[in-house]
């Protein structure tokens, strides 16, 4: 799985935001020159942003950009679905119950890739801004190779 700049741009600047906007909004120019994201970039990924919840922009001198919900409480999940960005291992297009090949069928490695893409975002729905910011993923990481190694292995029918 590859997380494209939209994702890993919009992670970036929230956690610039929610480490810069104790006092005051931020502007959307300061987290681009702090970040060295594109201005414009920025701005199309905090309409987005805004339209989920996830920012409130305030208008006028002085204005920018707040975080809606404290650092604690914005998942990094959230900031990547926000963005379009799919959190996702597989190169299947939602199948429903048929398969994800052109005969209808899913392909070999399908659940695997599934899988994966599960415990990635149930990885990044334990992160939150914060975490980021106090740089405490050393934990989440260690919960989850704990709970991977909780559960039984799966067994092959032959």
């Not at 741009?9 to 006092?23: E, G, K, S």
Request: glycine share 6%; proline share 3%; aromatic share 4%.
């Amino acid at each position: 799985m590859k997380l494209s700049t939209k994702g890993r741009y919009a992670v970036m600047a929230m956690v610039d935001l929610a480490r810069h906007a104790q006092a005051k909004p931020v502007s959307l120019s300061d987290i681009a020159a702090r970040q060295e994201i594109s201005l414009s970039y920025l701005e199309q990924l905090f309409a987005r942003l805004r339209r989920a919840g996830l920012v409130k922009s305030v208008r006028g001198p002085g204005g920018g950009y707040r975080l809606a919900r404290g650092s604690h409480e914005t998942r990094v999940s959230e900031i990547i679905l926000a963005v379009d960005e799919p959190i996702k291992a597989t190169r299947c297009t939602e199948m429903g119950v048929a398969g994800c090949r052109t005969d209808r069928s899913k392909c070999l490695t399908h659940d695997l890739w599934e899988e994966l893409g599960n415990h990635i975002h149930a990885f990044l729905n334990s992160v939150t801004l914060r975490d980021v910011l106090e740089r405490r993923l050393a934990t989440h990481l260690a919960e989850a190779a704990a709970l991977a190694n909780a559960r039984p292995p799966m067994v092959a029918a032959n």
